[in-house]
């Protein structure tokens, strides 16, 4: 077996595609095939000409739905691939809606009649499924999957074939790790999955991602408690203290449903987000305001009625309802009565004490309604039809019930809104209120949380909101995920994070249509960084014990070989740093013995799985010949394309 990598090396962090060629049955198949995202030249990279005949491909394994992983696989198909695509259901039907999302970016390298040709194939509905079991995937070639708990769904692939000449053939094992969650068996704190799998036994190789490769994560982020407790304390201060929305750029995939999770956790099973000890505390405003104004009997009862009547009762807003007529009716009022203030807190008070305001939430996410049903359906799946394949183990105590049956009830709910008619505008669920559709951030006070798509602040209905909400002391932004660098995510994060005497420089914001810079000095919304608690990838202690920890079931086996690892998908310090890491731990405390630790190769040479070394760079005439009946239909496309245009 011998092995290519063609992206996601050289200190790229996106673009994953790894090239297989078997030459016992002169077979080709690709793991993964990926967009590079946030990156430099991230355009140049995804619409260059592959560096294979996409029709030599025989399949491709897909370990998970990101972008980064799938979102070239369409053009694939334009440039003459024939073949399916091996992966989970949840990946096949979450792929499928993120790719026809994606074709609406700008230079997207391929068109919907690509992706419509697309032809996904779910292992895991197979009879007699189960993960880390090998099943066969092509001749003397068989794959096993590995839940990665990087995202419902998203899987390791450990590949087995048979390498050497009878009589004296042996079984060789290679595991590439997709992208690894922070989740493990023995500490399932984030919100929905199970925890990672690690191999299983004794693969001679591993390909092992290195995002995190240079961070450790405190071990205050792996508590969920803490994760609540600080969650709970950012949506009081940004809804409750500044009176302005809660704006969280999130990813549709992953980070949407486990926020949703959350904030039902803390609020979605009471009657609504503010305890009266705090909303009692609105008073004060109104003694500073009436103290400025005269309030007549009459005046008084026209409040109550107008309260009254705009408010709503399933909601419980009256309480908010006033504070928003407030003005209409007192602007020409001056000095009031001791009498009339305390009248004026009874009613208040009287009622705040009726009714509670639930928390506000508007999803301003097509896609994420469009995942949403894909998450469910995963989380309540099972591997043959009793465990329970990617769910936390702990849903049944965190949500209070007795059953796995009950917790599927709880997540129909939770996660079932997303059925709902398109034109229905929001839904009550608990304590909480989720609102649909489009979000116009305006100069009042909005005491709503925002999540809209665009994780990275790149793309997405956020991007339309950032320049005038960074400019507003109101506005609270939530960091939850992971910015490449140079993305806008990291830029605003590089400058709200630091004091405001220090920011300086400008902030690109781009949309499809225009670009807005924004001086960094103008900053004035508040940050929280939710990163360390929401992050979906392992840490540098997760990769080395995904890595090094041996999983055998119990069985013992002497003088176990030692494992060959290459480090890729990873800026250049984090593979360095994992590099070290991994060395210094490899065979102790029982850990796997290590034979060697190199990066990816960048440069196109290919590498021998069986004689476990480099081999001629030099081309095939079979690849020649390929490659160049390949550059031949590019250029017929590019002369049908300029003939249409002349047309």
């Known amino acids: 077996m011998q092995i290519k990598f063609h992206g996601a090396v050289g200190g790229q962090v996106t673009g994953s595609c790894t090239e297989f060629y078997y030459p016992r049955t002169k077979t080709r198949f690709l793991v993964d095939c990926g967009m590079v995202q946030g990156e430099s030249h991230a355009?140049?990279?995804?619409?260059r000409k592959f560096d294979f005949d996409p029709s030599s491909i025989k399949f491709v394994l897909l370990t998970h739905a990101h972008?980064?992983?799938?979102?070239?696989?369409?053009?694939?198909?334009?440039?003459?691939?024939?073949?399916?695509?091996?992966?989970?259901?949840?990946?096949?039907?979450?792929?499928?809606?993120?790719?026809?999302?994606?074709?609406?970016?700008?230079?997207?390298?391929?068109?919907?009649q690509d992706i419509y040709s697309v032809k996904f194939d779910a292992i895991d509905v197979r009879r007699n499924f189960a993960l880390s079991q090998f099943t066969p995937v092509d001749n003397d070639l068989w794959i096993a999957l590995i839940r990665s708990a990087h995202l419902p769904g998203?899987?390791?692939?450990?590949?087995?074939?048979?390498?050497?000449?009878?009589?004296?053939?042996?079984?060789?094992?290679?595991?590439?790790?997709?992208?690894?969650?922070?989740?493990?068996?023995?500490?399932?704190?984030?919100?929905?999955?199970?925890?990672?799998?690690?191999?299983?036994?004794?693969?001679?190789?591993?390909?092992?991602?290195?995002?995190?490769?240079?961070?450790?994560?405190?071990?205050?982020?792996?508590?969920?408690?803490?994760?609540?407790?600080?969650?709970?304390?950012?949506?009081?201060?940004?809804?409750?203290?500044?009176?302005?929305?809660?704006?969280?750029?999130?990813?549709?995939?992953?980070?949407?449903?486990?926020?949703?999770?959350?904030?039902?956790?803390?609020?979605?099973r009471s009657e609504g987000i503010l305890p009266l000890s705090t909303t009692l505390m609105q008073i004060d405003q109104f003694d500073e305001f009436v103290k400025r104004k005269s309030l007549s009997v009459r005046r008084l009862d026209i409040l109550k009625q107008i309260a009254d009547s705009q408010c709503d009762p399933e909601y419980g807003s009256a309480w908010i309802?006033?504070?928003?007529?407030?003005?209409?009716?007192?602007?020409?009022?001056?000095?009031?009565s001791q009498a009339t203030i305390d009248r004026l807190q009874v009613y208040m008070t009287e009622i705040k004490t009726q009714q509670t305001p639930p928390l506000f939430i508007q999803l301003e996410s097509p896609l994420a309604r469009k995942l949403l049903p894909v998450w469910r359906k995963s989380l309540q799946k099972r591997q043959c039809q009793e465990k329970l394949l990617y769910r936390n183990k702990h849903l049944t105590e965190w949500l209070g019930v007795k059953t796995e049956e009950e917790v599927d009830k709880v997540l129909d709910i939770i996660l079932g809104f997303a059925d709902t008619p398109e034109e229905t505008p929001s839904i009550r669920i608990g304590g909480i209120?989720?609102?649909?559709?489009?979000?116009?951030?305006?100069?009042?006070?909005?005491?709503?949380?925002?999540?809209?798509?665009?994780?990275?602040?790149?793309?997405?209905?956020?991007?339309?909101?950032?320049?005038?909400?960074?400019?507003?002391?109101?506005?609270?932004?939530?960091?939850?995920?992971?910015?490449?660098?140079?993305?806008?995510?990291?830029q605003i994060l590089d400058q709200l994070g630091k004091?405001?005497?220090?920011?300086?420089?400008?902030?690109?914001?781009?949309?499809?249509?225009?670009?807005?810079?924004?001086?960094?000095?103008?900053?004035?919304?508040?940050?929280?960084?939710l990163r360390g608690f929401y992050s979906g990838h392992a840490d540098v202690d997760g990769l080395c014990n995904y890595a090094l920890t041996v999983y055998t079931d119990g069985e013992k086996?002497?003088?176990?070989?030692?494992?060959?690892?290459?480090?890729?998908?990873?800026?250049?310090?984090?593979?360095?740093?994992?590099?070290?890491?991994?060395?210094?731990?490899?065979?102790?405390?029982?850990?796997r013995e290590v034979a060697s630790v190199d990066y990816a190769d960048e440069n196109g040479m290919w590498f021998d799985l069986d004689r476990e070394g480099y081999i001629d760079s030099k081309m095939s005439l079979e690849e020649k010949v390929n490659l160049l009946l390949h550059e031949q239909m590019e250029i017929k496309e590019m002369l049908s394309a300029l003939l249409k245009r002349a047309e």
């Open 154 to 268: 998203a899987v390791s692939i450990s590949i087995q074939w048979i390498s050497g000449e009878a009589p004296n053939t042996n079984l060789r094992q290679l595991v590439l790790s997709g992208d690894l969650g922070p989740n493990t068996e023995a500490n399932q704190y984030q919100p929905l999955q199970s925890g990672l799998q690690v191999p299983y036994g004794w693969p001679d190789y591993l390909i092992l991602e290195s995002t995190y490769g240079e961070r450790s994560r405190d071990v205050k982020y792996t508590d969920r408690n803490e994760r609540l407790n600080v969650l709970d304390a950012v949506v009081r201060a940004s809804l409750i203290d500044r009176c302005g929305p809660l704006i969280i750029p999130a990813f549709a995939m992953q980070r949407t449903p486990d926020i949703l999770f959350d904030l039902y956790c803390l609020y979605g």
């Open 321 to 336: 309802a006033s504070l928003f007529i407030w003005n209409e009716i007192t602007n020409k009022l001056i000095d009031v």
């Open 43 to 47: 355009d140049f990279f995804n619409n």
């Open 499 to 529: 004091p405001k005497e220090e920011r300086c420089g400008e902030i690109q914001i781009s949309t499809f249509k225009s670009s807005e810079t924004i001086d960094a000095r103008e900053l004035a919304a508040e940050l929280a960084d």
């Open 67 to 112: 972008l980064d992983h799938c979102g070239l696989i369409p053009k694939l198909y334009r440039y003459g691939f024939a073949g399916s695509v091996l992966c989970t259901e949840t990946t096949a039907e979450a792929a499928n809606a993120i790719l026809h999302d994606s074709v609406n970016f700008p230079g997207c390298p391929y068109g919907k």
């Open 557 to 591: 086996k002497q003088n176990p070989k030692p494992i060959h690892i290459f480090l890729n998908h990873g800026e250049s310090n984090s593979m360095a740093n994992l590099k070290k890491e991994l060395v210094a731990r490899a065979g102790k405390d029982g850990l």
């Open 433 to 490: 209120v989720i609102r649909f559709g489009k979000f116009e951030l305006s100069d009042t006070k909005q005491r709503t949380i925002l999540i809209s798509s665009g994780g990275m602040c790149e793309g997405g209905p956020v991007v339309k909101h950032l320049p005038v909400a960074l400019k507003m002391k109101d506005v609270t932004i939530a960091v939850t995920g992971y910015m490449s660098r140079g993305t806008t995510g990291a």
